[in-house]
């Protein structure tokens, strides 16, 4: 067994997920005394940086290298992102406020869960650039946790007044 020490951006630092080519994703405290989501590649971290605001927070990576996560907006709003080859990108909302970015496939598609205008909270699938809500989940208090390379979606949902449910959406 080898252990890595996978370094920081100044203290702290906390990994969330690891792809196949060993590249790792996470969190650190940095500087600036704010959480900043990072990759860590190859014995070299690099700080993903923020859509503006303070914070960002690494959920998940893929084959590919892409991570997705959320970060604060210079609005102080908290949005889901997409980072790939050293640019990250605003997934946008479904109309609301907040989104919350947790994973990819292999294809770059992105699940999570964004408010609406309303400010109900829908699980939504991030495909080519379009943010939609998870088919079928529209009526419910729903959160998408993971996807899978052929597109399968599991989460959970709540009417109202009622326990979270899993569920699995192809």
Known sequence: YTVINLGSLGSDTEPTAINNAGQVVGNSFGPEAAWHAFIWTD?????????????SLASDINASGQVVGESTTASSQLHGFIWEN??????????????????????????GQSTTQTGSIRAFIWRNGDMTRVPGMESFYARAWDINNAGIIVGDFRRAGSRAHAFRWK
């Open 43 to 55: 014995g070299a971290m690099t700080d993903l940086g923020t859509l503006g605001g303070p914070t």
């Open 86 to 111: 050293g640019v990250i990108r605003n997934l946008g909302t479904l109309g609301g406020t907040t989104t919350r970015a947790w994973g990819i496939n292999r294809w770059g598609e992105v699940v």
